[in-house]
Structures are given as structure tokens and as C-alpha cells.
């Protein structure tokens, strides 16, 4: 262990292995709310972060598990679900007002095709301005649940829970993505009728 006059000890959140504050501060410093996008095993949660003078606040934020309200039948762990969650948070943060960000990965691997970059995806589609490269995205396939298709082709048992055809998987993503773009569309006219009423 380090000691001496000039030895500082480190903040708690880096002593545990949960901020790297050396990160945090260069995205704090380009002024744009962070999309902070965590993951577990069965879910994703992408929030919307300002940072202020008491603390950070979040602005809006969307998770994997509230797709099964918009009728999605698939795992909440996988890609296609977090591309849809994208999708979803991205909505409601053009919807509250704000239109770009800055992505923040924490202490997530920056691994290429990757959950948290299949979020940043379906942000980025649905209209959020977040500065990337499109090197470290998913494919199209991907996003679609064809890898999900083909090990199922496989695996026939392992999907029989969900209630869902695997070979359906594609097909359902783009009605569940749809139904979520009519009802962005409704909220959107709904605000606006307020408004003007």
C-alpha cells in the first residue's frame, strides 16, 4: 500500500470498482447530457444524465423489461432487446425535449457488436444525436435476432417459454419496433393537443 505525505486515498465509487472518474470528467466536460446504458444478465437500462451542481439527475431513462408492455416475447437479455430499448428511451427523450447526448459506458467492456452498442443503435435510428462510430455497432442481422434464429434452429428447446416461434423472431421485432414508433407518434400528438388546448 502505497503511504507517504503525498499518498491521497482514492474516492469510495473508485475504490470499488465502480466509477472511472477519469472517464466521467472528460464527458462531463463536452456539456451534453450523458446516455448512460448499464446491463445485467436479463435486462438494459439507458437513462439520461445531467450532471449539476448537487448531484446528477436523470432526465428520462427506459429499460428491457418494460418492452413486454409494448408486446415483445423475447428475452429481455439479448440484442435485439436492447436495440429495442434504444429505440424506446430515445422516444421518450425526444419526446421530453432533448435531442442529443453522450454516450457513457461505465466500466462495460468495449466489445464491438456488443448489447451496449445495440442501444446506441436504436437511439441513434429513432433520432437521438449521439457523437459515434458506426465500427463498433451490431449488424443488421444482429439486431433482428437471425443469430438468434439460427441457434434456435438448433436448439428447439431452449426457446419453448417465451411463446414465440423462433423463426418468427425477426418478424415480431419489427411490429413490436413499429407499434412503438405509432405510439411515440400518439404521445406526440396527444402532447401537442394539450399544449394547444
Not at 35 to 49: C, D, H, M, S
Not at 64 to 80: D, I, Q, S
Not at 92 to 105: E, I, P, Q, W
Not at 173 to 178: H, L, R
Amino acid at each position: 500500500m502505497a503511504i507517504g505525505p503525498r499518498y491521497q486515498v482514492p474516492f469510495r465509487r473508485r475504490r470499488d470498482g465502480k466509477t472511472n472518474y477519469h472517464k466521467r470528467l472528460g464527458l462531463m466536460l463536452s456539456e451534453w447530457p450523458r446516455v448512460v446504458v448499464r446491463k445485467t444478465g436479463r435486462n438494459l437500462i439507458v437513462q439520461l444524465v445531467e450532471h449539476g451542481t448537487a448531484g446528477d439527475r436523470t432526465l428520462t431513462s427506459a429499460n428491457a423489461l418494460e418492452l413486454k408492455k409494448l408486446g415483445y416475447k423475447g428475452a429481455t437479455g439479448n440484442t435485439p432487446a436492447a436495440y429495442l430499448t434504444g429505440l424506446l428511451f430515445a422516444s421518450r427523450a425526444l419526446a421530453a425535449g432533448h435531442s442529443k447526448g453522450v454516450l457513457d459506458l461505465g466500466l462495460n467492456a468495449n466489445s464491438r457488436g456488443s448489447r451496449t452498442y445495440a442501444a446506441l443503435q436504436g437511439a441513434v435510428e429513432a433520432g437521438l444525436d449521439i457523437p459515434h462510430s458506426r465500427e463498433p455497432l451490431p449488424v443488421p442481422a444482429r439486431l433482428h435476432g437471425e443469430h438468434i434464429v439460427a441457434y434456435a434452429t438448433d436448439n428447439p428447446t431452449r426457446f419453448t417459454r417465451y411463446g414465440l416461434d423462433p423463426k418468427d423472431l425477426p418478424n415480431h421485432i419489427d411490429a413490436v419496433k413499429q407499434r412503438m414508433i405509432e405510439h411515440a407518434a400518439q404521445e406526440r400528438t396527444e402532447d401537442t393537443g394539450t399544449h394547444n388546448g
